[in-house]
């Protein structure tokens, strides 16, 4: 290698960023969705910097299916016309093309991928790394656990004994941050502490509570509502508790 390349990709390495910059973009190998659900995608792109100055024109984020160049099924210019509901919930101009899938189908799984077209010079298909949307038949049902005060969960049992600190937690899943699931109970005990939780892929709801005769034979049905675009979607299940006399 001659010496002037190889300062020019000592350059590039130590400038990396503002000079040399490659098309690229940054995207999940796959991302789960639940059916009916809405699936968000994280995504980052960058660009060469001789079209750095498009980026302050009107900015399109598009998505291909299956097909990098051929088969598009979101502009975020659309309104009605897209083949999937959907917002690009990401700043383009700063590059960022996150984006949020509505009401997905099991026909939308698939591979997508990206191209952001620019009023200007900028149009660009991102052929070389796509997402690939894997969406679960699974029923989005919520689950409910017992746990036993010093005992943790208690699998398979619904049976404590009077005067029991009890925790009820029901979960469900969350896969989409900006439709979180809230729950309701149909019964609340009345001395009870309550509190809702979610990490990157479940919500929760737990009900402590002190077990007393009043609960025995009481099912407790947790409904998860998810709020989607225009409507509601609600999932419960019940769970029925034996408390035992301590006498
Ligand atoms: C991209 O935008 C999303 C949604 O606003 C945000 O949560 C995320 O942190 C942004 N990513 C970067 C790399 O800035
Ligand atoms: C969600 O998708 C299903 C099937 O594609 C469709 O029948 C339904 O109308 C859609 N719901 C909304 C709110 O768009
Ligand atoms: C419920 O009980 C669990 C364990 O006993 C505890 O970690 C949690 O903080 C309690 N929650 C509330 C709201 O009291
Ligand atoms: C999130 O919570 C669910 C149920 O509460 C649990 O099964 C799962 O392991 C948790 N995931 C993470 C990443 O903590
Ligand atoms: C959702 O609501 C908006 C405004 O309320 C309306 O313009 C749009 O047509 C609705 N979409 C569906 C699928 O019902």
Not at 212 to 220: K, P, Y
Not at 237 to 246: A, I, M, Q, W
């Amino acid at each position: 290698m001659k010496s002037a390349e190889k300062l020019i990709i000592i350059v590039c390495f130590l400038f990396q960023g503002v000079l040399c910059r490659e098309f690229s973009i940054s995207l999940p190998e796959s991302v789960e969705a639940l059916r009916g659900l809405c699936v968000l995608i994280p995504c980052s792109f960058e660009i060469k910097e001789e079209y750095d100055a498009d980026l302050q024109t009107d900015l399109t984020g598009i998505w291909n299916k299956d097909d990098a160049y051929n088969n598009k099924v979101f502009n975020s210019k659309e309104t009605t016309e897209n083949k999937i509901e959907g917002e690009i919930i990401g700043d383009l101009h700063m590059k960022n093309c996150t984006t949020i899938f509505y009401n997905i189908s099991e026909r939308d799984s698939g591979e997508y991928y990206f191209r952001v077209e620019t009023s200007g010079k900028l149009k660009h298909t991102y052929s070389s790394s796509s997402v690939d949307i894997r969406v679960q038949d699974s029923p989005i049902s919520p689950s409910i656990t017992l746990y036993k005060e010093d005992q943790g969960k208690v699998e398979d049992q619904n049976e404590v004994v009077e005067g029991t600190s009890v925790s009820l937690i029901c979960s469900a899943p969350a896969p989409c941050p900006s439709n979180l699931p809230t729950f309701t109970w149909n019964f609340l005990p009345e001395e009870r502490r309550q509190e809702q939780n979610h990490n990157t892929s479940f919500s929760s709801s737990q009900l402590n509570f002190s077990a007393t005769h009043l609960h025995h034979g009481v099912d407790f049905t947790c409904t998860a509502t998810y709020q989607l675009q225009n409507k509601t979607k609600s999932e419960q299940s019940s769970f029925r508790l034996h408390v035992l006399c301590k006498c």
